[in-house]
């Protein structure tokens, strides 16, 4: 990038800040609405006067990492996805907050936050994927990749980006042995006695039919939250373009589309 180029892009990051204003100057708008609600106890507004907060706070830290970035500083690249990442999930929430109230205000605040979310999250992103070098995207292998008898892992078919993970054992939360799973939206500790058939089908390297089994038998509710069963591959967050949905700013579900389009929950 030429002297010019990158005086140019670092003025276009800087400009971004009046859009960080607006959104500044909303949050506190919609703060301001909820501390003088005198019809609803005060403390039922304390998580989402947080979620606002914490709305703003990640589109100002993506947008100071953005800065450096610009600046040369690549190792900031991750830590501005990451605050992205939570902006928009905050955004979403709170936005249903709003939506909650059924407020003819909070409904024009609402269509006033997702204007000046856009305004401030867009620019920051394009921003970002300009700077970011270009990977080359790598295939895994192989579909299944097994550690130990007691252990398997599933990459991403797109960039190998490890999704899935079974293995026996436990963690801080999950104290009693049982057979781990980590997908891309949660962690949970199965009963051992599924092991041996997870652990089977995984070595046969039979993705569809694990997913069939987990679903069916209810075992996980929507099978395996990385798999996609119409393409019979599986993604990860990014490639399965992975999104929450919120109800009355509560956490609802997860949907996900994969890139040749097809389009499923993945965890409820």
Not at 26 to 48: A, H, N, V
Not at 52 to 72: D, H, N, P, Q, T
Not at 126 to 145: C, D
Request: hydrophobic fraction near 30%; glycine fraction near 2%; include cysteine.
């Amino acid at each position: 990038m030429s002297i010019n180029d990158k005086r140019a892009t670092q003025e276009r990051i800087w400009k971004i800040r009046d859009s960080i204003q607006e959104l500044e100057d909303l949050k506190d708008e919609i703060i301001r609405f909820y501390e003088s609600d005198t019809e609803s106890s005060q403390s039922s507004y304390g998580p989402w006067k947080t979620d606002v907060k914490e709305c703003y706070f990640s589109i100002v830290s993506a947008w100071e990492m953005l800065r450096a970035v610009s600046e040369g500083k690549e190792k900031y690249i991750e830590s501005c996805n990451s605050y992205l990442y939570l902006a928009k999930r905050k955004f979403t929430q709170v936005s249903s907050e709003l939506r909650a109230l059924e407020d003819k205000y909070l409904d024009k605040l609402d269509k006033s936050l997702s204007k000046i979310f856009n305004k401030c999250y867009d620019p920051i992103l394009t921003e970002l994927r300009e700077l970011t070098p270009e990977v080359i995207l790598e295939k895994p292998e192989k579909r299944i990749i097994k550690i130990s008898d007691q252990e398997y892992e599933i990459p991403c078919s797109v960039c190998s980006k490890i999704c899935v993970n079974f293995r026996i054992g436990t963690t801080d939360l999950f104290t009693k042995e049982g057979l781990l799973y980590t997908g891309i939206t949660h962690q949970t500790s199965l009963n051992l006695k599924y092991a041996n058939k997870v652990f089977s089908l995984l070595e046969d390297d039979n993705i569809a039919e694990l997913h069939n089994f987990l679903e069916s038998s209810s075992i996980l509710e929507e099978g395996l939250d990385a798999y996609c069963p119409k393409c019979d591959k599986v993604y990860c967050w990014e490639h399965f373009n992975a999104y929450e949905e919120y109800d009355d700013g509560f956490y609802d579900c997860t949907y996900a589309e994969c890139p040749e389009g097809h389009k499923r929950m993945i965890d409820d």
